[in-house]
């Protein structure tokens, strides 16, 4: 392990120590890497220079995992173990995938999310996307020469919380510290608006591979506000090149296709998509393991007509999007385009005739994302350069409570920006009542069988009193990743009851644990090992932000005393990280802990001091008007 | 840390009349330096109070910016949140017919039909507002902004409505 080094008191070398911090474009197709080096947001390459790596991942016999290009040219050879796509599958049950009977996997219904049936045994899709993101964060750890600090990971804005937690648990079994998880057309945003310094009403369009986002920003002077947002999860490029697949297979009356073939005619489907963005028209062909021939012209007018209801859907997004933040397309400065399947032809026209303006193309949509969540990240690790972006998000679905008739009660709407607190009261329903049961859910629909069931928890120890008499305060919290938490609590006694909403679409503490450890003979010592590395990485966080913090203002806002009180438990921390034992688990919580403490004061007197910066109306350079 | 009154947090005169472009200039000066991701290599402690700070300033943006919650919050401000107010008759009658063409537009399916209500419905909660603006600012009379609350709230749910209907002729 590197030797921590230690400034003097006072002289701390930590405030302009650049911090390594990535930002990760997560998609349905391919993922990618990228950070801000020397000022400048950049994708990494793998070591022959590709920028993209495909979200595939293949699982051998032999059991190594194969992830990338490799396990792509082999999709066709062993369907059943190559996992093409799995972000379709992240937070999600087997009836919300809807093609689910035509894809090639062996899918296993499990509680909250499905799980694959593979040679390397059964996988949830937060393991297969976790490989993912090790081959990214090893890419980057190469590259950038040291330990990440931290990753933004970007998530479709239109994912529920189902979803953004499986991603986060996804993250987290690659052993990367999520800074934040941003919303993909926000990043976007950022990569463009930083480019180019625009102001105004921009629209992010981005049809991903299987997810659309529609997102409205305002943009002032380095503030990002995100005004709406909407899409649809269940829509993206993969379903373009399903409908050149149901075309070949009705014009030329194929038979049922076993999976390998189905994968060798959806990769030439994908394929004709691609070629015909330059040109008229092109030539599918292939030959079938049947031995059977495949062969068609597909022209681009027949592309257009067997794709105009897919294209038609993603106005309907768009449309509300608009509604919500009460605008009219007039008042659209710019559009941006982002994903790989926004190069078609003719849904750039359509964006073009929607908006009466040519969209914006001049970044690769393909790199978009990344590189604006890498600039995210830079900010977030407390980079230089970073102080001048400001991002307000939103929720992209309201959250409510199940109330009498299986009615949704809306607790905070979609397109609140986040963070978001509401609270909601309750009463009893029967006289004596002590107990009440809560039903989470996250959706628009008014019945709760039409929405997302995100948990169930009870609130226990009400004492008797007569119907409707209780008052039970429930209190939903979202944070800035967009997860959130809820807590109730009877007002008159205070009988209280608190959930992160996990349990039922995302994965338990023991279950994330487990996986850690899967396949390790000496699973007790390295899951000791893990833990002790997990609490190495939270005390150099914490040093690290302790001397950034006693450099700034700790000589202003801390008395002497107070001063070298601080300096003490960074010293005690310091030493004990310093040592690197092996047995130094429980004392180096206790320090951080310690620490922790130790810093409370001077934490609620520098935030004292940030309300007093922003009420005097001393500007900062990047919203001064 | 913050306080409550919302108008004093941005800087604002407690008016129901307020000048929404510094509103927002407040907000973004408070998001700036308060918002979580301005402290997310922070200590704990600090990270936790800027995500309950931020939260603050986001529900009272919220709160002022739509101009029943700032009635509202003026009224609770001047301790007459409670002033009884009975609803007209007329605008009873007028709830009806809104009720009705929105049905109407919606059975048939008629996006053009509910977009001209929403303009119309724009139009009114316009004046609502001034209505809002009078009985607030310059006669002080608490009992006829009740009222006139009531009825703002009535209009903002005939909005979702409408949006709602839009909403599912696109899906």
Redesign the interface.
Same mark, same amino acid.
């Given at each position: 392990m590197a030797l921590l080094q230690i400034a003097e008191p006072g002289q701390s070398a930590a405030p302009h120590q650049h911090?390594l911090a990535v930002g990760i474009d997560l998609g349905t197709t391919h993922s990618l890497v990228a950070t801000v080096r020397s000022g400048a947001a950049e994708v990494l390459p793998d070591d022959t220079g590709r920028a993209l790596l495909p979200s595939v991942v293949r699982y051998a016999p032999d059991g190594a995992v194969e992830v990338g290009w490799e396990a792509r040219d082999g999709a066709a050879k062993d369907p059943h173990n190559t996992i093409v796509s799995v972000k379709r599958f992240m937070g999600r049950g087997i009836a919300d995938i809807a093609d689910a009977a035509t894809m090639p996997y062996q899918f296993i219904e499990a509680p909250g999310m499905v799980k694959l049936k593979t040679v390397a045994g059964e996988l949830s899709p937060v393991e297969v996307s976790a490989e993912i993101l090790k081959v990214l964060r090893s890419r980057a750890e190469e590259s950038l020469g040291g330990e990440l600090s931290g990753a933004v990971i970007t998530v479709p804005a239109y994912f529920d919380d189902a979803q953004r937690q499986a991603t986060k648990d996804a993250a987290r079994l690659a052993g990367l510290s999520v800074?934040?998880l941003l919303n993909e057309p926000t990043a976007a945003a950022i990569a463009y608006g930083l480019d180019n310094a625009s102001e105004g009403i921009y629209c992010v369009y981005d049809l991903g591979g299987g997810t659309f986002d529609f997102s409205i920003l305002r943009l002032?002077r380095g503030?990002f506000?995100v005004l709406a947002t909407s899409g649809d999860s269940a829509l993206g490029g993969d379903d373009f090149d399903r409908a050149i697949y149901n075309w070949l297979t009705e014009t030329l009356k194929l038979p049922a296709l076993g999976p390998e073939d189905t994968r060798q005619l959806l990769t030439e489907a994908r394929l004709a998509k691609e070629r015909l963005t330059d040109m008229a028209a092109t030539e599918i062909s292939c030959v079938l393991t049947t031995g059977q021939v495949v062969s068609a012209i597909l022209g681009r007018e027949t592309f257009i007509e067997l794709t105009k209801s897919l294209l038609a859907k993603t106005?309907? *997004?768009v %449309?509300?999007a608009l %509604?919500?933040a009460s605008l009219q397309v007039e008042e659209v400065q710019g559009v941006v385009l982002v994903g790989g399947a926004t190069r078609m032809p003719h849904l750039r026209l359509a964006v073009t005739e929607f908006f009466f303006r040519e969209p914006l193309t001049n970044l690769d949509p393909d790199k978009v994302v990344a590189l604006g969540a890498a600039i995210?990240a830079n900010?977030?690790?407390?980079n230089r350069g970073g102080d001048e972006l400001?991002?307000?998000d939103v929720i992209p679905l309201s959250l409510g409570i199940e109330t009498m008739g299986g009615l949704s009660e809306k607790i905070i709407p979609r397109n609140?920006?986040? *963070?978001?607190?509401?609270a909601q009261d309750f009463t009893t329903f029967k006289d004596g009542q002590t107990a009440m049961s809560f039903h989470v859910v996250q959706g628009?629909r008014e019945l709760v069988s039409e929405c997302r069931s995100l948990a169930r928890f009870d609130l226990r120890g009400i004492p008797p009193m007569v119907a409707g008499a209780a008052r039970i305060r429930v209190t939903f919290?979202v944070?800035?990743d967009g997860l959130l938490s809820v807590s109730a609590r009877e007002q008159t006694t205070g009988v209280e009851s608190h959930i992160e909403v996990k349990p039922s679409y995302g994965l338990s503490d023991t279950e994330i644990a487990g996986m850690l450890t899967a396949g390790i003979s000496n699973a007790e010592d390295d899951k000791r090992m893990r833990a002790l590395r997990e609490a190495q990485v939270d005390a150099r %966080?914490?040093l690290?932000?302790?001397e950034?913090?006693m450099a700034e203002d700790g000589h202003e806002l801390l008395s002497k005393p107070e001063w070298d009180a601080v300096w003490i438990k960074i010293y005690e921390l310091a030493e004990l990280l310093i040592l690197g034992d092996a047995n130094s688990l429980e004392s180096l919580r206790q320090a951080t802990e310690a620490l922790?403490a130790a810093?409370?004061t001077f934490?609620?007197r520098?935030?004292?001091a940030?309300?007093r910066?922003?009420?005097s109306?001393k500007?900062?350079g990047?919203?001064e008007? | 840390m913050l306080g409550q009154n919302y108008f004093e947090l941005f800087g604002l005169a407690p008016r129901f009349t307020i000048d929404l472009n510094s509103l927002e200039l407040s907000f973004r000066r408070l998001q700036a330096e308060l918002h979580p991701d301005r402290h997310a290599s922070h200590t704990e402690s600090e990270r936790r109070m800027a995500l309950q700070l931020s939260t603050t300033v986001n529900d009272g943006y919220r709160t002022l910016r739509h101009p029943a919650s700032r009635a509202q919050c003026l009224m609770s401000l001047a301790g007459k949140e409670d002033a009884n107010a009975a609803v007209s008759p007329a605008f009873l009658m007028a709830q009806m017919e809104w009720r009705e063409a929105i049905e109407e537009a919606r059975a048939s399916r008629d996006a053009t039909a509910l977009e001209a209500l929403s303009r119309r419905l724009k139009h009114r909660v316009g004046m609502q507002e001034h209505d809002l603006a009078a009985a607030l600012d310059e006669r002080g009379d608490f009992a006829a902004a009740t009222q006139r609350v009531n009825e703002l709230r009535f209009y903002e749910k005939l909005r979702a409505e409408i949006d709602d209907a839009l909403d599912a002729l696109d899906s």
């Open positions: 911090r800074l934040r002032t503030v506000e106005f309907g *997004p %449309r509300r %509604r919500d995210q900010a977030l690790a407390g400001l991002l307000l609140s920006t986040i *963070p978001s607190a509401r628009e919290q944070d800035a %966080r914490l690290d932000a302790t950034t913090a922790n810093t409370g934490a609620s520098r935030m004292d940030s309300i910066k922003a009420l109306g500007q900062i990047s919203i008007v | -």
